[in-house]
């Protein structure tokens, strides 16, 4: 592909109505650290590190999958993988633009190529194109400067053209977004009583625990706060891509408790002794992927209010937690809440697995298969609805940022859908638009006001 430089535009003249090039910037005037190379080294290294926290730590192992892809495809080609052209970029250089605009395009359609399909479905999603696409940009952003490629909207219809594509030779079934079934209250009050693996005779993995053991207590108060909660499985256990526990995580200095009308920073046995109906277990939100620094929701903390009779209530699984295993309270914030044995952090990765063997002790694992710790959100905002919560309510509930989440997860019950189209069935309409409204000619309104008038 063809090279357009920026300074090459600066000695031509515009065509076609195209506008010129920024002109070069006055480096005398604006310049900075010249004759020091050590400054400038410097405050590069601290920009690269600083930068380096752009990208969520949830998604650092997928793109670094999407820039090596990429890189490949680019050198397949004889082109540098950086596309910092910024006048082709910005549509100054029309036929860089176009340059890039195709590489886009040829980029997304050969890696669909060779993308492996998911969820047993016949050929990987066009959709997959577009994240790969999205994660190359988003790398580019993090550099330092960061380099604004082509949008990718540019390209929305190639991916309309794949979709339907995707729809003629496969059918219109596997372009459905595939998502998990929600717990049921049966499922999370079974789960519950799964307390004590060792008198059960049971193992999940390698691992049995006992009712009184830090894992045991641990498993239960996890199971209790995503049902209550629906904090997503990276909230509560240590995320797949983190290779070690922060403070940033959900921690015993997010817990508090209110008891007797008063608040307190850690449960002491004679807080606990205490405890009945009317007091709380006060849980502040982590950071979450739809609000990482804790902008929205972390200051609005969640509150549950204790039940002695356990069942699924987070509030007693929790105090039953801290009641056997206490943490100092200068200990508080650099503790995980959810721990095994040896005092770390419980992984995401071992939930995940720990969870299907829970339910396959009674349910096939076929069916086990349905569920997720995901499936703990999904179970809270149909029990929300199913409750008579409003949509806002179930929103503020599950801590979304839109309302695209509620009218993705909340699952109608077919009595209730059956009856939502019986009873439009049973009412008459009679709407119409204004413009299809009987035009009054002025001619003889004026004259039946006229007569009116005599």
């Given at each position: 592909m063809a090279s357009h430089s920026p300074q090459k535009l600066l000695t031509e003249e515009p065509q076609n109505g195209q506008q010129p090039w920024a002109p070069t910037r006055?480096?005398?005037?604006?310049?900075?650290?010249?004759?020091?190379?050590?400054?400038?080294?410097?405050?590069?290294?601290?920009?690269?590190?600083t930068m380096s926290y752009c990208v969520p730590a949830s998604v650092i192992k997928t793109q670094a999958s999407h820039v090596e892809r990429w890189g490949t495809f680019c050198a397949s080609l004889g082109t540098t993988s950086v596309r910092d052209d910024m006048a082709a970029n910005l549509g100054y250089d029309r036929d860089g633009y176009k340059d890039e605009l195709m590489l886009l395009g040829f980029a997304a359609i050969d890696a669909l190529q060779d993308m492996h399909p998911r969820a047993g479905r016949k050929a990987?999603?066009?959709?997959?194109?577009?994240?790969?696409?999205y994660a190359v940009r988003d790398h580019h952003m993090c550099r330092m400067p960061p380099v604004e490629m082509v949008p990718i909207k540019a390209v929305s219809k190639l991916f309309k053209s794949l979709n339907a594509r995707y729809k003629a030779k496969y059918g219109v079934r596997d372009l459905i977004r595939k998502q998990?079934?929600?717990?049921?209250k049966w499922h999370v009050r079974r789960l519950l009583t799964m307390t004590d693996l060792k008198r059960m005779g049971l193992k999940v993995g390698r691992k049995q625990w006992t009712e009184e053991s830090l894992l045991g207590s641990s498993v239960m108060g996890l199971i209790a706060t995503q049902a209550n909660t629906g904090m997503r499985k990276s909230e509560v256990t240590l995320p797949e891509a983190l290779m070690t526990w922060n403070k940033s995580l959900l921690?015993?200095?997010?817990?508090?408790?209110?008891?007797?009308g008063r608040y307190?920073?850690?449960?002491?046995?004679?807080?606990?002794?205490?405890?009945?109906?009317g007091d709380y277990l006060i849980l502040t939100p982590p950071p979450a992927k739809a609000d990482p620094f804790c902008k929205v929701w972390g200051g609005r903390p969640v509150y549950i209010r204790y039940s002695p009779d356990g069942g699924a209530n987070a509030a007693y699984w929790i105090a039953q937690l801290e009641h056997k295993h206490p943490i100092l309270l200068k200990d508080r914030e650099n503790t995980p809440l959810f721990r095994n044995d040896d005092g770390t952090v419980i992984k995401a990765n071992w939930w995940s697995k720990t969870l299907r063997q829970m339910l396959m002790t009674f349910m096939s694992e076929e069916e086990a298969k349905r569920y997720t710790p995901h499936?703990?959100?999904?179970?809270?905002?149909?029990?929300?609805?199913?409750?008579?919560?409003?949509?806002?309510?179930?929103?503020?509930?599950?801590?979304?940022?839109?309302?695209?989440?509620?009218?993705?997860?909340v699952r109608w019950k077919d009595s209730e859908y059956g009856d939502m189209i019986e009873q439009a069935m049973a009412v008459e309409i009679d709407p119409m638009h204004v413009m299809n409204l009987p035009h009054l000619e002025p001619g003889p309104l004026v004259q039946a006001m006229a007569d009116m008038a005599i």
């Open positions: 006055n480096r005398g005037k604006y310049s900075f650290g010249q004759g020091n190379p050590e400054l400038m080294a410097r405050l590069d290294a601290m920009m690269q590190d990987a999603l066009p959709d997959s194109a577009r994240s790969y696409l998990r079934e929600p717990l049921k921690n015993w200095g997010s817990v508090k408790w209110k008891i007797g307190y920073a850690e449960l002491t046995v004679e807080l606990y002794l205490q405890m009945g109906r499936s703990f959100r999904i179970y809270l905002a149909c029990a929300a609805h199913e409750s008579g919560r409003t949509p806002e309510e179930i929103q503020a509930l599950c801590r979304w940022r839109s309302a695209e989440s509620l009218r993705a997860y």
